[in-house]
């Protein structure tokens, strides 16, 4: 089955820090990824649509500035937490839409393993 | 704004019993219903529904959805500990709306 990966799959840094994750479709190009962040014993919330070669289309109440997304390529997508806070550690996820080779959207969606921030 | 809603947010039973998991939705642009299954860490694809009526399976897990009434189920028979994880359900098109989750426990 295709396969995203995620890193770091944890990461701990200090308040006033800025955080790089990256999310990587690898046997498939996925023009479209998603981000999300998973409070404890909560759902997926989305946070932003990266689109490659565009900018990020972010949910109401996310903060832009502040999770800077880049979708350099078919294959990359990362997310930058800037300046993190302590109220900014929780799950981050991406997930990765796969499209075939004939542009047809088969829908699915192929989860990375997910990042633990924590920021003391 | 869109909305999904899961039930029973958990349930503990025995193995070998059999589980109905429940997801409603109220979601524009909705093209399918998906079910995931999370463990530790990301969720797992199971099930991706677009046709009424129409029962997926998989082992001894099921699911079928009703785009008249809204709903989804999801159906486990003769659990075992290891089905024992939070189970998602989303709708939508290319942005999913996902729900709580249901957090299931198999006892031995």
């Known amino acids: 089955g295709a396969v995203v990966s995620q890193h770091p799959s944890w990461v701990i840094c200090k308040s006033g820090t800025s955080v790089k994750i990256e999310c990587r479709s690898l046997d498939f190009q996925a023009t479209t990824m998603f981000w999300y962040r998973q409070f404890p014993k909560q759902s997926l919330m989305l946070m932003a649509t990266?689109?490659?070669?565009?900018?990020?289309?972010?949910e109401q109440g996310v903060e832009k500035d502040k999770f800077l997304i880049n979708h350099a390529s078919l294959t990359l997508s990362t997310l930058t937490v800037t300046s993190a806070h302590p109220e900014d550690s929780s799950f981050y996820i991406c997930?990765?839409?796969?499209?075939?080779?004939?542009?047809?959207?088969?829908?699915?969606?192929?989860f990375g393993e997910g990042s633990r921030l924590t920021v003391l | 704004e869109d909305k999904v809603v899961q039930s029973p947010l958990s349930l503990v039973v025995h193995e070998g019993d059999t589980v109905t998991l429940n997801c409603s939705y109220e979601v524009t642009n909705f093209r399918s219903l998906l079910w995931y299954k999370q463990e530790k860490k990301a969720p797992t694809f199971l099930f991706m529904l677009t046709s009424s009526g129409i029962e997926k399976k998989s082992g001894r897990l099921s699911s079928i959805l009703d785009k008249k009434e809204l709903f989804s189920i999801l159906n486990i028979t003769a659990t075992q500990t290891g089905d024992s994880a939070v189970y998602l359900c989303a709708g939508g098109h290319y942005k999913l709306t996902f729900g709580k989750g249901t957090l299931l426990t198999v006892n031995p």
């Open positions: 990266s689109n490659e070669g565009s900018k990020a289309t972010y």
């Open positions: 997930s990765a839409r796969r499209l075939w080779r004939e542009g047809h959207d088969t829908g699915e969606l192929f």
